[in-house]
């Protein structure tokens, strides 16, 4: 009588049991795919904010390295500007053109100074190669004295230029009496070539040429036996 009063509630204990596993899990598994989600949710998020970080610092970087290339093109500009009409005075002088019979020897190797001045004041804003271009071309421009109470001469001939009433031995001693006109501007040419890289302004960079080709773009040999 016993047994068959408790049977009952064995079963209900076990229905019971039964009902609380499926309410639990009724009620677990919506919260653990919530929190699932949400895990993957969070580590999506995380990995997102992560990109727009870098996206962000990226920009940043490029801004600031767009504005310091524009400042060092300003830069090199202004001093282009000082530095090509002194290029130019001694490129005419040892080509016989433009005004330069209006300039004394002494007027170009004062040009001369004023350029080295001017770029080796301003050394840390150009590239290694612009420089050494530069420096041919001041190479093929003038010999230098070597000393340091010297006077560097003009790597031209004294032919068709008029002394100005100097003495003839001070007169001469501006000229070294060679003739460098070809290898001088081959050498402005590789200047002004190189200076649309060096200011940024890849539309104006020049196509490689022949020598030939860059020669043609010089002034004319004029012949001192016309003088």
Same mark, same amino acid.
């Given at each position: ?31 653990? %795919? ?38 060092? #093109?300003?830069?090199?500009? $202004? ?5 090509? *009409?002194?290029?130019?005075?001694? %490129? ?6 433009? $005004?330069?019979? &209006?300039?004394? *020897?002494?007027?170009?190797? &004062? ?8 770029? =080796? ?6 590239? *290694? ?23 560097? #001469? ?7 230029? *008029?002394?100005?009433?100097? &003495? ?5 001693? =501006?000229?070294?009496?060679?003739? #460098? ?6 050498? =402005? ?6 200076? $649309? &890289? ?17 020669? $043609? ?11």
């Amino acid at each position: 009588m016993t047994d068959a009063n408790n049977k009952p509630d064995s079963d209900r204990k076990i229905w019971n049991s039964l009902e609380i596993c499926k309410l639990a899990a009724t009620v677990i598994t919506p919260i653990a %795919v919530v929190a699932l989600g949400y895990l993957i949710w969070s580590g999506q998020r995380s990995v997102v904010q992560h990109w727009e970080r870098e996206q962000i610092e990226q920009r940043r970087l490029a801004d600031a390295d767009a504005k310091e290339r524009e400042s060092v #093109r300003g830069f090199r500009l $202004s001093i282009y500007k000082e530095a090509a *009409p002194l290029l130019n005075e001694i %490129v005419s002088y040892h080509f016989y053109v433009g $005004s330069w019979k &209006e300039r004394s *020897p002494a007027d170009v190797i &004062e040009s001369k100074r004023q350029l080295d001045t001017l770029m =080796y004041s301003n050394i840390a804003l150009f590239t *290694p190669t612009f420089f050494d271009l530069y420096r041919t071309f001041m190479r093929q421009s003038f010999r230098s004295a070597g000393n340091y109470h010297g006077e560097s #001469r003009i790597r031209t001939q004294d032919g068709c230029r *008029p002394s100005l009433f100097m &003495e003839a031995d001070r007169w001469k001693g =501006y000229f070294t009496q060679e003739d #460098r006109r070809k290898d001088l501007c081959l050498a =402005y040419v590789a200047l002004l070539g190189a200076l $649309s &890289e060096e200011l940024l302004l890849q539309s104006l960079k020049m196509p490689i040429q022949t020598e030939a080709q860059q020669f $043609s773009t010089c002034p004319p040999l004029y012949e001192r036996a016309t003088c």
